[in-house]
């Protein structure tokens, strides 16, 4: 009898520490609320029933620390987010608090998600999981509708191919090893990206993308957060 593939452990780091300028106002774009429940309420639950995952660590603002706690955590019984751990200066210092966070014995795979996706299904969490067994990281992509265009200050300096080109989502997950080779490189030479992928990447890594998904907008405007609500009811999570 063929022996049983171990199934690999995961933990989830999510990042909660941005400001949310770009909706004015006071508060976060992740404690704005969606359906009656703040929008990082969602996402935690989302990871709480995801049977993949073994442990979130959360990585937010001093600030609001309290408020985490006690009006998130306790509130919707999140069982999982084992830490709180303060954000850096940039998100990816943020996500390095994140990691070092985790459980001594390192996990086999790690999911880093944005806060305020709280739509992605347990479908695509386990399609990226999934696919780090045989490469070193995986991130969901969506595919580009409009014409891109590369640009100088004023004119056109290219027009790029775009079915050679994907939208990249979270989460995305990585082995925890690669990540950490990846992270230690960068910060030994002072550079910074948008997301752990490129980090990999720099450094030769394989990552690969699978299909994201249209409902996984990440909410960073009020026209965001009224579609969410839309996909919200049509999802059923708007209860």
């Known amino acids: 009898m063929p022996k049983e ?6 933990s989830a780091i999510i990042v909660a520490a941005g400001q949310g300028t770009r909706f004015g106002g006071e508060l976060p774009k ?24 073994t442990e979130v660590v959360l990585v937010a603002s001093q600030a609001w620390v309290s408020y985490i706690e006690r009006e998130i955590i306790a509130r919707f019984q999140i069982k999982k987010c084992r830490k ?5 200066e940039h998100r990816q210092d943020s996500v390095w ?5 985790l459980q001594p014995a390192s996990s086999s ?3 880093v998600h944005d806060a305020v996706r709280p739509l992605f299904t347990h479908a695509l969490l386990e399609r990226v999981i999934a696919a780090c067994e045989t490469a070193d990281g995986c991130i969901p992509g969506l595919p580009l509708r409009d014409t891109v265009k590369k640009i100088s200050e004023h004119n056109i300096k290219k027009t790029m191919d775009r ?7 979270t989460p995305q997950a990585f082995r925890a090893k690669a990540l950490k ?26 990552v690969v993308w699978v299909e994201g998904e249209e409902r996984n907008l990440k909410i960073t405007t009020p026209s965001d957060l009224q579609i969410a609500e839309l996909f919200s009811q049509e999802l059923g999570t708007c209860v």
Do not use: N, S, W
């Open 163 to 169: 079915a050679r080109l994907r939208l990249a989502q």
């Open 5 to 10: 593939k171990q199934k690999l452990q995961t």
């Open 84 to 88: 709180i751990v303060m954000g850096g």
């Open 109 to 111: 795979i790690v999911v």
């Open 97 to 101: 608090a994140g990691f070092q966070a």
């Open 181 to 206: 080779r990846a992270f230690k490189r960068a910060q030994d030479e002072h550079f910074y990206a948008t997301d752990e992928a490129a980090l990999i990447e720099r450094v030769g890594g394989q």
């Open 30 to 53: 992740q404690f704005l609320m969606l359906c009656q429940r703040p929008i990082l309420a969602h996402t935690l639950q989302r990871f709480e029933q995801a049977e993949a995952i």
